[in-house]
T-cell receptor
Framework: EPEVTQTPSHQVTQMGQEVILRCVPISNHLYFYWYRQILGQKVEFLVSFYNNEISEKSEIFDDQFSVERPDGSNFTLKIRSTKLEDSAMYFC?????????????FGPGTRLTVL | SQQGEEDPQALSIQEGENATMNCSYKTSINNLQWYRQNSGRGLVHLILIRSNEREKHSGRLRVTLDTSKKSSSLLITASRAADTASYFCANGQTGANNLFFGTGTRLTVIP
């Protein structure tokens, strides 16, 4: 069964460093998303991406964040200058069409630890 | 808040019993999706119920949706120890293309 994959599974970085989290969405899906979950808290939406551009973003997704689909398979989230409060589990998700009509499937997550 | 709330926050049952988790939300939705998360792991999609549906089944799972009360429930029948996990509802709100997650119910099934 097709699934969303994410690498790395765990990333440790120093405050102020740039990190890139990688995702490979399900191949026939058109919509891609990033969410995060701070330990013990709710899963929060960051950004959605369709047709090579951001379609929606939350207040969390400020100028420190960016997303990119550098090729036909990868979808990346970049945090330019990490802060302690960026420590969280980051989930990539994809859906075949808009989630008004379709399930959204999540990857296993990347645990980001900022020291 | 646009996000939902689940109750109970934690539920502990014996293997073989049924587990019922409830979810409430605040705005108009297109669908509601339930997910399972094992400790520190990813979100596994369980079931999607559309706003024009009232009940849906998948194996041992039964989901109901009451749009007049803005609530949904997830029933797991004949629970197993492997069902131990956190369960989240996430709603797809009208006009938004992202999911709003609830607080989750932590289910423990005792063998």
């Amino acid at each position: 069964e097709p699934e969303v994959t994410q690498t790395p599974s765990h990333q440790v970085t120093q405050m102020g460093q740039e990190v890139i989290l990688r995702c490979v969405p399900i191949s026939n899906h058109l919509y891609f998303y990033w969410y995060r979950q701070i330990l013990g808290q709710k899963v929060e939406f960051l950004v959605s991406f369709y047709n090579n551009e951001i379609s929606e973003k939350s207040e969390i997704f400020d100028d420190q964040f960016s997303v990119e689909r550098p090729d036909g398979s990868n979808f990346t989230l970049k945090i330019r200058s990490t802060k302690l409060e960026d420590s969280a589990m980051y989930f990539c998700a994809s859906s075949e069409w808009q989630i008004a009509y379709n399930e959204q499937f999540f990857g296993p997550g990347t645990r980001l630890t900022v020291l | 808040s646009q996000q939902g709330e689940e109750d109970p926050q934690a539920l502990s049952i014996q293997e073989g019993e049924n587990a019922t988790m409830n979810c409430s939300y605040k705005t108009s939705i297109n669908n509601l999706q339930w997910y399972r998360q094992n400790s520190g792991r990813g979100l596994v999609h369980l079931i999607l119920i559309r706003s024009n549906e009232r009940e849906k089944h998948s194996g041992r799972l039964r989901v109901t949706l009451d749009t007049s009360k803005k609530s949904s429930s997830l029933l797991i029948t004949a629970s197993r120890a492997a069902d131990t996990a956190s369960y989240f509802c996430a709603n797809g709100q009208t006009g938004a293309n992202n999911l709003f997650f609830g607080t989750g119910t932590r289910l423990t099934v005792i063998p």
